[in-house]
C-alpha cells in the first residue's frame, strides 16, 4: 500500500512538473513580480557568465545561454508574458501554432552592446543621462565610505507593468492600422493620378495598440513617479568631479532603456586640510619661541589618529614643511599616498616687557 501511494506521488510530481514546463522566472533567479529593469539585469549578469566565449566547449554553460535568452524574450514581451504567467509554457507553445519560435540567443545577446550575435547595427533606444552632485566629506574620500542616496525618478508602474491596462485582456490589436502603427493614405492629384503616403494612426497614435481600460494606478500612463535607494561606494583617493555611474537607472518607459545615472563628486571644504591632487596643504600659526627654538604639535588626522610634527631650529614665516607619506591615498591604488604640505606663519607678541626685552638685546646683541 505504501509502495503505491509512493508512486502515485512520483506519478503527481513528474506531471505536475511537466505541465508547468519551464520556470523562466527561475532561470533568470527573478520573483514573479520583478519589473522590466530587474529581468533586463539578471539576463545581462548570467548572459555574460554563461556565454561560449567565455565558456569554450561547456555544453552546459551554452545551455543555460539558450535558456536565459528564451527566458528573456518571454519575459520581456508583455504578451507573451501574460500568457506565461496564465498557461505556462504550453499555454505559449500553443499560442504560437505549433509552437513558440525563438530568436538566435546571440542576436539577443548582442542587442545590449556586448558583441557576438548577428545584428550589430541594432541599438535600443536609450534615454537622457542623468547628472547628479554627491557631496561628501574629505574623511569619506580618504578612508573610503558608502553613502545612501535616495533619487526620485520616473518608474514603470508596478500595476500594469507598463501596459497602461486596466487588465491584460485590455490590451487590444488597433484594427485601424492591423497593429502596425503606420496606415498607407492614397491622394487624388489629378484625374486618374494618386500618391501614396504613409502615415502614423491616428487612432493609436502609432503604438498599433489600444487600451480598452485605463490602469488605476498611473491612468494608463504606462510610469509614474517613485523613489529609489541607490548605495553609491566612494573609493578611497577618488578625485574630486570624478562621475561614478549607474546604468540604466534613470527614468524608466516601456518603450526604451532608462538612460545611466551620473553621481559627481563634490568635495566639501575641510576646517583644517585642503586637498591638492594626492597631497594635502594645512596651515599652522606658532608662537614666536616655536619659531625660534623649533616646533612639535600634534594634528588629528582625517582617520582619526593623532600625527606628530617636529622641526628643529629657526622657522621662518611663510615657509612650507613636507611630512612624506601623510597626503590622500592615491586613488585605485590606497596603499600609495602622497604628501602632507604645512604652511607656517608666526604670532608676533603683541608687546613685550622690559624684561623680554633685555634678554632679547643680551641674545641678539
Not at 501511494?5 to 510530481?13: G, K
Not at 524574450?73 to 508574458?81: A, G, I, M, Q
Not at 550589430?120 to 574629505?138: C, N, P, Y
Not at 493609436?204 to 541607490?230: D, L, P, T, Y
Request: glycine share 12%; charged share 25%.
Amino acid at each position: 500500500m505504501k509502495l503505491a501511494l509512493v508512486f502515485l506521488l512520483a506519478f503527481v510530481l513528474l506531471a505536475t512538473t511537466a505541465l508547468a514546463g519551464k520556470d523562466y522566472y527561475g532561470i533568470l533567479g527573478v520573483n514573479r513580480s520583478a519589473l522590466k529593469r530587474e529581468i533586463k539585469k539578471a539576463y545581462k549578469e548570467l548572459s555574460k557568465k554563461y556565454h561560449p566565449d567565455k565558456n569554450p566547449g561547456d555544453k552546459e554553460s551554452e545551455q543555460k545561454f539558450i535558456e536565459c535568452a528564451q527566458a528573456y524574450e518571454v519575459l520581456s514581451n508583455d504578451e507573451k508574458r501574460r500568457i506565461y504567467d496564465q498557461y505556462g509554457e504550453e499555454g505559449l507553445k500553443e499560442g504560437g501554432g505549433g509552437g513558440q519560435q525563438f530568436h538566435n540567443p546571440f542576436d539577443i545577446f548582442s542587442q545590449f552592446g556586448f558583441g557576438g550575435g548577428g545584428h550589430r547595427g541594432h541599438q535600443e533606444r536609450k534615454g537622457a543621462e542623468t547628472q547628479m552632485e554627491i557631496r561628501v566629506t574629505l574623511e569619506e574620500i580618504f578612508n573610503g565610505e558608502q553613502v545612501e542616496v535616495e533619487i526620485n525618478k520616473q518608474v514603470i508602474c508596478p500595476i500594469c507593468r507598463g501596459s497602461g491596462a486596466k487588465k491584460a485582456d485590455d490590451v487590444k490589436k488597433c484594427t485601424s492600422c492591423g497593429g502596425q502603427g503606420i496606415r498607407i493614405v492614397k491622394h487624388q492629384l489629378a484625374p486618374g493620378m494618386w500618391q501614396q503616403m504613409q502615415t502614423t494612426c491616428d487612432v493609436c497614435g502609432g503604438k498599433g495598440k489600444i487600451v480598452k481600460s485605463k490602469c488605476a494606478s498611473c491612468n494608463g500612463h504606462k510610469v509614474k513617479r517613485g523613489s529609489h535607494q541607490i548605495t553609491v561606494t566612494i573609493e578611497r583617493g577618488v578625485a574630486d568631479n570624478h562621475p561614478i555611474i549607474f546604468e540604466n537607472e534613470g527614468d524608466e518607459h516601456p518603450d526604451i532603456t532608462p538612460g545611466d545615472v551620473h553621481f559627481i563628486v563634490r568635495t566639501v571644504p575641510h576646517a583644517i586640510f585642503t586637498r591638492e591632487g594626492i597631497h594635502l596643504r594645512m596651515r599652522a600659526e606658532i608662537p614666536l619661541k616655536q619659531a625660534l627654538l623649533g616646533i612639535a604639535f600634534e594634528v588629528k588626522h582625517l582617520d582619526g589618529n593623532k600625527i606628530t610634527i617636529q622641526r628643529e631650529g629657526v622657522t621662518q614665516p611663510g615657509f612650507v614643511q613636507t611630512v612624506k607619506g601623510q597626503g590622500m591615498p592615491t586613488h585605485m591604488y590606497p596603499s600609495e599616498r602622497g604628501d602632507l604640505y604645512v604652511e607656517y606663519s608666526v604670532k608676533l607678541p603683541e608687546k613685550l616687557t622690559a624684561a623680554q626685552k633685555a634678554a632679547i638685546e643680551k641674545a641678539f646683541s
